[in-house]
């Protein structure tokens, strides 16, 4: 089968933690994970319409079920780091009878509309912070994404965006991140809640995510006091013209979040 995608991600998991995120991002539609044998996982990003996904050599290619195939052989220690991990031959063997159930690659979904009022903040400290909010923790994913170093790198994010559905995050200390739209599988749209709450499917990264210092619901409602600015295609070509770089094509500085906020209003592209 041939994948169509863009890889958005590439890892190698060594811990308990980061088995749980792979766990997670199988969840939505629109992901699937590439093994490649002897080289960094991927996470893909399926399009409907993309090109199609190359790899250099033998690889299998990674849903919920497969992966919890590959999980069986796989042996963590007491602290929570990947002792064991299955060979790319074992993988296969475990993998082979498993048929691949590709999520969904639709187009990007519409923006989903706050459940109540518009992303209004928690009342008081009794409230949940989670009332009122659309939960763009359940459609959205972000992942780290190196500083581009040079022209070369801009060019590699230029075409990274080129994707619909993922878009570039400028923090104020200098992170970049991914965003990329999609749908966790488990997401109840008429309680507009999660569906596996309380129960072991629920990724230990939901368990754990703090609600009440949620940076998803301020990056994705537009919140000014998000340390994240969210950039589309469009908005990162203005923004390049504001990165200085040598003559060699390396990059000299990197514009603050507030830098990006202040180019894109001057250029009408807020
Ligand atoms: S965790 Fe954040 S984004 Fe998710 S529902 Fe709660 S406040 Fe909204
Ligand atoms: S909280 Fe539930 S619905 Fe939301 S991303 Fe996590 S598992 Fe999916």
């Not at 923790?137 to 230029?158: E, M, Y």
């Not at 104020?172 to 599988?185: H, I, V």
């Amino acid at each position: 089968m041939t994948l169509s995608g863009t890889v958005v991600h590439r890892f190698s998991p060594s811990s308990v933690e980061q088995l749980d995120r792979v766990r997670y991002w199988l969840g939505f539609d629109r992901l699937c994970v590439v093994v490649e044998e002897g080289a960094p996982w991927s996470l893909v990003y399926l399009t409907a319409d993309g090109g199609a996904l190359t790899t250099a050599g033998p690889h299998i290619t990674l849903d919920a079920a497969r992966f919890s195939a590959w999980l069986d052989l796989a042996r963590v220690d007491h602290r929570g780091r990947l002792r064991r991990s299955p060979s790319f031959a074992e993988a296969q063997a475990a993998v082979a009878g498993i048929p691949l159930s590709l999520p969904s690659a639709d187009p990007v979904h519409a923006p989903r509309a706050p459940a109540t009022g518009a992303n209004t903040p928690p009342r008081s400290h009794l409230d949940s912070p989670c009332d009122g909010c659309a939960a763009p923790c359940c459609d959205h994913i972000v992942v780290p994404l190196t500083r581009p170093s040079g022209r070369a790198a801009l060019d590699a994010v230029s075409s990274l965006l080129e994707t619909p559905g993922l878009s570039v995050g400028v923090s104020d200390d200098g992170a970049w991140a991914l965003t990329a739209e999609t749908r966790c599988t488990h997401f109840d749209a008429d309680t507009r809640r999660c569906g596996v709450y309380g129960q072991p499917e629920r990724p230990g990264f939901c368990r754990t995510y703090s609600p009440w210092a949620c940076e998803f619901r301020k990056l994705f409602s537009g919140d000014p006091t998000s340390h994240f600015l969210s950039l589309t295609s469009r908005q990162f070509e203005a923004v390049r013209d504001i990165i200085p770089l040598s003559r060699g094509g390396s990059a000299l500085g990197w514009p603050s979040r507030s830098d990006c906020s202040e180019h894109l209003a001057k250029n009408d592209l807020p």
